[in-house]
């Protein structure tokens, strides 16, 4: 798989594997913990949620700019790798559930301070990594396989990502058995409702259903709903202890190999005569207009995309039948909402080796898209996959009529191949987008803002990010059909947008 590419390829993707495997436990239960830990609703969490998701992208343009003024390149990604195993500790530390009112502000602040330790060690981290692998590919040797080498480097992101979520799933749920309950995805959500008096007769009587298939022996609902949330939220803080074992492994791997790997600021140094006297300032300028270009339209894309860890996994709390993905293996019972973000990095894994190699196929016969195309059918593909969602969700009930119930009974959910079907082709579409938006970036950007511009694709996607809220809001009070066509509306406008530039762009790149 790695034949013909740089020796150094596979150590930085096994670093960057075992840091994205922290972040992805991380991620897959946020904003649950969220709304278990403090009784947040889905658009409030969706607020932290976002600006987490976007401070990770925004610093990480920081941190273009520290390690192209310091040009310690490989020193300023052990600090991040440093610094976000931090963070993790932070929020990994068990505090009172429910949260004392004299005691929220701080704890809530606590949590996200620990948030903002990791997103700014992230952004340390991802985009010097990225400009680290770009330039193995400056060699001429390589330099024709620095597509397939981002998308080998971003296929073994997602190798950890795949465990990620059984891991924290299988944590919480552990803790939660071990005190002699059993996981239900409603019981949270009930459990604040009932002690914060917001609850529906029809939800009393489900909490005390629910709470006697949950292992409730007794009738005071007040005692049940704290003791289960206690025990449900100090789950999900040893879930993200397990963060801190995997950005151990991390910066073991990178540590091991850091002398091996190039340094961005030789290239710099090597290059910057080079660069005065082969490329003027209207190159520069024409580079750098094609770069921002591509990032305006994919922060639709990324609005879109990262949807994964807030309405797609709130869908999945609210509206798929998890009964159906159920798995017992003795000690722990895997089951929960947050399974299906273990789907997305599943099938990056499955399907990166045949996409390499389709492009690859066409590489041989001279007909492969240039990559500004390739990223623009990636974006009509991520509209499909919501179109799906929207022809899926036709007559379910809204959100506030589900929370009225109580919750939906299994019978009235849908199918787990619904968001099954969904994230594989999200996925194609991630595939002809991310990996080769960073090879873009890493092939059009000037020498010297090399990781200035990684961070600045990575600061695009934080824009992205800082939207997630909006679908957060439309999930609460639109109709889920409507709450899909409005980001299959957001990636149909990149599409043709990104189509209208395709000639321009293409020239640059060439």
């Known amino acids: 798989m790695f034949k013909n590419h740089p020796k150094g390829l596979l150590a930085a993707s096994l670093a960057n594997m075992g840091e994205r495997f922290g972040f992805y436990t991380m991620m897959a239960i946020l904003s649950l913990f969220l709304m278990t830990k403090f009784g947040l609703n889905e658009t409030n969490a969706g607020i932290i949620y976002s600006v987490f998701y976007a401070s990770i992208y925004l610093l990480a343009l920081v941190g273009g700019l520290i390690a192209d003024k310091t040009r310690n390149y490989k020193g300023i990604i052990l600090l991040g790798l440093l610094l976000m195993t931090l963070g993790y500790v932070i929020i990994s530390i068990p505090t009172a559930t429910p949260v004392p009112s004299d005691k929220f502000g701080i704890l809530l602040a606590l949590s996200c301070f620990g948030l903002l330790i990791i997103a700014f060690g992230n952004g340390m981290f991802k985009g010097n990594l990225q400009a680290l692998v770009g330039q193995m590919y400056d060699n001429p040797q390589y330099s024709k396989m620095r ?6 480097f971003y296929m073994f992101i997602n190798v950890g990502a795949i465990f990620a979520p059984f891991l924290a799933v299988g944590v919480r749920n552990w803790w939660v058995e071990k005190n002699g309950y059993l996981y239900n995805a409603d019981l949270p959500t009930l459990a604040h409702q009932y002690l914060g008096s917001t609850i529906t007769s029809e939800g009393t009587a489900r909490l005390q259903s ?13 005692t049940f709903s704290s003791g289960y949330l206690n ?6 803080h040893y879930a993200f202890a397990v963060a801190i074992v995997a950005m151990l492994v ?6 091991f190999n850091k002398n091996r790997f190039p340094d961005p600021a030789n290239k710099q140094i090597d290059s910057a005569n080079a660069a005065v006297e082969e490329m003027d300032i209207k190159e520069v300028k024409q580079r750098l207009y094609a770069l921002f ?4 339209v994919v922060i639709f894309f990324w609005f879109s995309f990262h949807q994964n860890g807030l309405t797609l996994t709130y869908f999945a709390k609210d509206y798929t039948d998890l009964s159906q993905i159920k798995l017992n293996l003795g000690f ?6 947050e399974i299906f973000q273990s789907i997305n990095p599943f099938f990056v894994v499955f399907l990166t080796p045949i996409i390499v190699g389709f492009f690859g196929w066409l590489r041989a016969k001279g ?5 500004p195309r390739k990223i623009a059918i990636g974006m009509g593909i991520a509209a499909l996959a919501y179109v799906v969602m929207a022809i899926g969700s036709v007559g379910l009930p809204l959100k506030s009529e589900v929370d009225a119930m109580g919750g939906l009974a299994d019978s009235a959910r849908v199918t787990p191949w619904l968001l099954i079907g969904t994230y594989f082709i999200l996925t194609v579409a991630e595939l002809f987008i991310s990996p080769l938006g960073i090879s873009f970036v890493s092939k059009v950007a000037p020498p010297k803002l090399q990781g200035i511009m990684q961070g600045a694709w990575l600061g695009a996607t934080a824009i992205g990010n800082s939207l997630l809220f909006i679908g957060a809001i439309f999930y609460a009070n639109i109709s889920m059909t409507a709450t899909w066509l409005v980001f299959v509306s957001a990636c149909v406008i990149s599409m043709f947008t990104m189509l209208g530039m395709l000639k321009w762009l293409e020239r640059i790149a060439k």
């Open 210 to 222: 629910l709470a006697s298939e949950a292992g409730f022996a007794g009738t005071d609902l007040a």
């Open 147 to 152: 597509d397939s080498g981002f998308q080998l």
């Open 293 to 296: 270009a591509v990032f305006a």
């Open 231 to 236: 025990v449900f939220t100090t789950g999900f």
């Open 367 to 371: 007909k492969e898209p240039s990559t």
């Open 332 to 337: 722990v019972t895997l089951q929960g909402a």
């Open 250 to 255: 991390s910066l073991v791997i990178y540590l």
